[in-house]
């Protein structure tokens, strides 16, 4: 079945940038997805689409894609934004979701 | 304001059932295809099944196909999830969440907080 590769975990320190990829053989045909989740909360959208953003989500989070890799980049890293990290697509066939296996960003 | 609530959840002994509710409001539920994902304690995502806007196309995982059934109510603005032979690994938090779609599976754009599922004797 198809699966989407991320880091288990990034750290980096405040005001630093954090990059997270997410490696999947679909996603040159399928978008990518971005959640956040903090601890005891629910996942919450930050990406769609690759690279556009939701309205509410601050502007230091941003998406990218290469080939078969799409990017979660935060930009000047503040404490609230450690948290894990989802990416999620679809297969080729757009038959059902997969999700990463998540990273977990800490903020030194 | 879109608002997702589980709710539906227990403990309950393996080959057991439960039966999952989620009641959305703030939005015109049935434009939309509804989804649910669960998360094993300390564990990543994990899709679970999918429902779309006038319920002529559900999809399952695979770990769930032939136990589960998805179903919704428009005019109840309600998805459930009817969950039979129940085992210890479906132990989890179950997300309801809505795609940005109407019909093709793309992106979960709202999530609800969850409701724990616990399988134990």
């Known amino acids: 079945s198809y699966e989407l590769t991320q880091p288990p975990s990034v750290s980096v320190s405040p005001g630093q940038t954090a990059r997270i990829t997410c490696s999947g053989d679909?996603?040159?045909?399928?978008?990518a997805y971005w959640y956040q989740q903090k601890p005891g909360q629910a996942p919450v959208v930050v990406i769609y689409?690759?690279?556009e953003r939701p309205s509410g989500i601050p502007e230091r989070f941003s998406g990218s894609t290469s080939g078969t890799t799409v990017t979660l980049t935060i930009s000047e890293v503040q404490a609230e934004d450690e948290a894990d990290y989802f990416c999620?697509?679809?297969?080729?066939?757009?038959?059902?979701?997969?999700f990463g296996n998540g990273t977990k960003v800490t903020v030194l | 304001e879109v608002q997702l609530v589980e709710s539906g959840g227990g403990l309950v002994k393996p080959g057991g059932s439960l039966r999952l509710s989620c009641g959305a409001s703030?939005?015109?539920?049935?434009?939309?295809?509804m989804n649910w994902v669960r998360q094993a304690p300390g564990k990543g995502l994990e899709w679970v099944s999918s429902?779309?806007?006038?319920?002529?196309?559900?999809r399952y995982a695979d770990s769930v196909k032939g136990r589960f059934t998805i179903s919704r109510d428009n005019a109840k603005n309600s998805l459930y999830l009817q969950m039979n032979s129940l085992r210890a690994d479906d132990t989890a938090v179950y997300y309801c969440?809505?795609?940005?779609?109407?019909?093709?599976?793309?992106?979960?754009?709202?999530w609800g907080q969850g409701t724990l599922v616990t399988v134990s004797s």
């Open positions: 679909a996603l040159p045909k399928q978008y």
């Open positions: 689409k690759d690279s």
């Open positions: 969440a809505r795609d940005r779609s109407y019909d093709i599976l793309t992106g979960l754009d709202y």
């Open positions: 429902i779309s806007s006038s319920s002529t196309s559900i």
């Open positions: 999620q697509s679809v297969d080729t066939s757009a038959s059902y979701y997969v």
């Open positions: 703030g939005f015109t539920f049935n434009n939309y295809r």
